[in-house]
């Protein structure tokens, strides 16, 4: 079993890096419904290994000069503060009703990035951030919303990020793609300390997931700045929504 785990992830991580969107969602619904891993510790191993495929990816993405610096770091440290107040949150939620959320979440994801990347690309060609004041509000907006959903559903929330930064900075779609990932980092490592004190994170399957993920992640982002704008619009929509679909009909 150990090694198909570790196979499986290593597509999941390919998916991840490549879209940079829906690999944490897929990975919980092979958690829950191939594998039978229970809801609460599939979403807290997830998020832990989340770290790791994240750090993976983030340094292809830099090398790739697919990242916003100044963005990310500001997205994510309020992002952490989001996540780490969400795993308390999700430990009051049952089992059944956490997956009917989680999938839910995973198909609005989807929806959500259709719609905006349907916005003609002219409206994604300005690069230049926010400044002052506006620039912290939006990224304390930005942040502590998707931090909190990452937090208590363990999906990572990469498309309401994308989203995110796609409208409030202006980002083009591939910026948006790497710099979702770096901004995902300290979200998961803040993520998995609080289902790591809960108790929810399976240290064995851990590895697994972080051994295939992490190698997918980094050879998935090289292709990132390369793929055609389509291909990449349907990996971000697609992947979510098929994660949901599969822990709906488990």
């Known amino acids: 079993m150990a090694m198909t785990v570790l196979l499986t992830m290593l597509v999941m991580g390919l998916i991840l890096g490549f879209a940079g969107t829906g690999g944490s969602g897929f990975i919980i619904a092979l958690l829950i419904t191939v594998f039978h ?3 609460h510790a599939a979403l807290g191993t997830s998020v832990a290994a989340m770290v790791f495929t994240m750090l993976s990816g983030t340094v292809s993405h830099l090398r790739e000069k697919n990242v916003s610096l100044r963005a990310g770091a500001a997205v994510g440290l309020f992002g952490a503060a989001g996540a780490y107040a969400g795993t308390f949150a999700a430990r009051l939620i049952p089992a059944d009703a956490l997956v009917v959320w989680t999938a839910s979440m995973l198909f609005l994801s989807g929806v959500l990035i259709w719609v905006r990347t349907k916005m003609p690309a002219s409206a994604e060609t300005n690069h230049e951030l926010p400044a002052g004041s506006r620039f912290w509000v939006l990224a304390a907006i930005a942040g502590l919303i998707t931090g909190g959903l990452s937090g208590m559903f363990g999906i990572g929330s990469t498309p309401f990020i994308q989203l995110a930064l796609m409208i409030l900075f202006r980002m083009p779609l591939r910026l948006a793609v790497g710099t979702t990932m770096m901004v995902i980092l300290p979200i998961a490592f803040f993520g998995g300390i609080g ?5 929810y994170i399976d240290a064995a399957l851990l ?5 295939g993920t992490m190698i997918g992640s980094y050879i998935g982002a090289k ?16 992947t979510p929504i098929a994660g949901g679909l599969i822990m709906l009909l488990r």
């Open 207 to 211: 590895v697994q997931v972080v051994a």
């Open 223 to 238: 292709f990132t700045g390369r793929a055609p704008r389509a291909l990449l619009r349907a990996a971000m929509i697609g």
């Open 37 to 39: 891993v229970p809801v």
């Open 195 to 199: 289902y790591f004190q809960a108790g």
